[in-house]
């Protein structure tokens, strides 16, 4: 078992930045991919960033070189950096923990945190 607890959500203007955490407690961190996805409001969960046990990295298109993930194996955290956003980046943004790799399908992550909200104002 893995709980997951993200952190750094809120408001921003169109074009500002914001960084999102993700606390990992429970079994070893390191045996985890984790991953990045957010949800809008009526649409679907969607794949945002995701980054394997040692560091590989991969995003999707629509969020390709204006966020950025990472993690900190010695404090079991995961970071989401976000820059140049944009009113259709608002959403709640979920960590997730996957056991057998990493990657973009939501139904492979075994463990989600609650979510925090992140609103982009134009």
């Known amino acids: 078992q893995v709980q997951l607890v993200e952190s750094g959500g809120g408001l921003v203007q169109a074009g500002g930045s914001l960084s999102l955490s993700c606390a990992a407690s429970?079994?070893?961190?390191?045996?985890?991919?984790m991953g990045w996805f957010r949800q809008a409001p009526e649409k679907e969960r969607d794949f945002v960033a995701t980054?394997?046990?040692?560091?590989?990295?991969y995003y999707a298109d629509s969020v390709q070189g204006r966020f950025r993930i990472s993690r900190d194996n010695a404090k079991n955290m995961v970071y989401l950096q976000m820059s140049s956003l944009q009113p259709e980046d608002t959403a709640v943004y979920y960590c997730?923990?996957?056991?057998?790799?990493?990657?973009?399908?939501?139904?492979?992550?075994?463990?989600w945190g609650q979510g925090t909200q992140v609103t982009v104002s134009s």
């Open positions: 429970g079994e070893s961190f390191t045996r985890y991919g």
């Open positions: 980054i394997s046990r040692s560091g590989t990295t």
């Open positions: 997730a923990a996957d056991l057998e790799g990493y990657g973009s399908e939501t139904a492979a992550y075994d463990f």
